[in-house]
């Protein structure tokens, strides 16, 4: 089976696929990036599988950091080290329910820099796994491949995009952390608690089942609606790292969302900055 044909027969499933769906892409050739951290891909993952922890790939090396490195040749290298290739579809899987939607992040990172086929496993390893699909274990890594960045810069929201957004309102910021924080928690180190003024507060696990796969169609359509987060308006998705702010960029795709774009730095950027305002709801 070629991979254009393949592609045709997933025609409906934009961006999440299941399990199966995946496996027949793979089967056709695809490459697939593995999410989860490093170990956890040592001790099982899809065969052929490359291993990319999005927290190698954040610019220098603070423990409160989500931007993206700004370095295209460690980006290049990381991508093409677990076999991504800029003419043959990739599959990201992760943690799925037991993470924090980091496959989503990835899923970001590699349309951000132009990868034209990318997909996510519906539910991650948990539901290949359940689906009795197969998994290796150890270090071997795929063939290499061949990658060349070249960043979309609308897929990406920085602070001084963010502050236009809350001073104009020409896109709808989605805080996409959970309700406690949005009203001033700061479990993940933020320096400061509250959320940007304007912004939708909507937790990005609202998107999915107890499993962790993705919502109906219909479901997601009218959550988002209740929350204030349009289909058919410029959406900025943040959270604490960029990282559930990826999964709910790849929820919006699948939408078929026509201008969606993640805040990577988020909310460690914004509230370290105390000339940058927070709302804090007691």
């Given at each position: 089976m070629t991979i254009a044909l393949t592609l045709?027969?997933?025609?409906?499933?934009?961006?999440?696929?299941?399990?199966?769906?995946?496996?027949?892409?793979?089967?056709?050739?695809?490459?697939?990036?593995?999410?989860r951290p490093t170990r956890r891909w040592w001790a099982g993952h899809i065969p052929g599988s490359g291993p990319v922890d999005w927290w190698s790939l954040r610019?220098?090396?603070?423990?409160?950091?989500g931007r993206l490195t700004s370095d295209p040749a460690r980006l290049k290298a990381s991508l093409e080290a677990a076999g991504v290739r800029g003419d043959t579809p990739v599959v990201v899987t992760g943690r799925g329910v037991d993470g924090w939607g980091e496959e989503g992040r990835l899923f970001w990172t590699l349309e951000y820099l132009g990868h034209p086929q990318v997909y996510l496993i519906d539910g991650g390893m948990p539901a290949w796994e359940a689906a009795g699909l197969p998994t290796v274990r150890g270090r071997r890594r795929p063939e290499p491949g061949e990658f060349q960045p070249s960043p979309a810069a609308a897929l990406?929201?920085?602070?001084?995009?963010?502050?236009?957004?809350?001073?104009?309102?020409?896109?709808?910021?989605?805080?996409?952390?959970?309700?406690?924080?949005?009203?001033?928690?700061?479990?993940?180190?933020?320096?400061?608690?509250?959320?940007?003024?304007?912004?939708?507060?909507?937790?990005?696990r609202a998107l999915t089942d107890d499993a962790g796969r993705l919502l109906p169609r219909e479901v997601l359509e009218r959550t988002l609606s209740e929350a204030g987060v349009p289909l058919d308006q410029p959406v900025i998705t943040l959270c604490t790292g960029g990282v559930r702010a990826g999964f709910a960029?790849?929820?919006?795709?699948?939408?078929?969302?026509?201008?969606?774009?993640?805040?990577?730095?988020?909310?460690?950027?914004?509230?370290a900055d105390r000339d940058l305002p927070l709302t804090v709801t007691p």
């Open positions: 045709l027969t997933l025609a409906h499933a934009q961006v999440f696929l299941s399990p199966e769906e995946a496996a027949r892409l793979i089967d056709a050739g695809a490459a697939v990036v593995d999410a610019e220098g090396r603070r423990l409160r950091e990406r929201a920085d602070t001084a995009r963010v502050q236009r957004a809350a001073a104009t309102g020409d896109a709808v910021i989605w805080d996409t952390r959970s309700r406690r924080e949005f009203l001033g928690a700061t479990p993940a180190g933020e320096r400061r608690g509250g959320h940007i003024p304007g912004a939708r507060g909507l937790y990005y960029y790849a929820a919006l795709r699948e939408l078929g969302h026509p201008a969606a774009s993640v805040y990577d730095a988020s909310m460690w950027a914004w509230s």
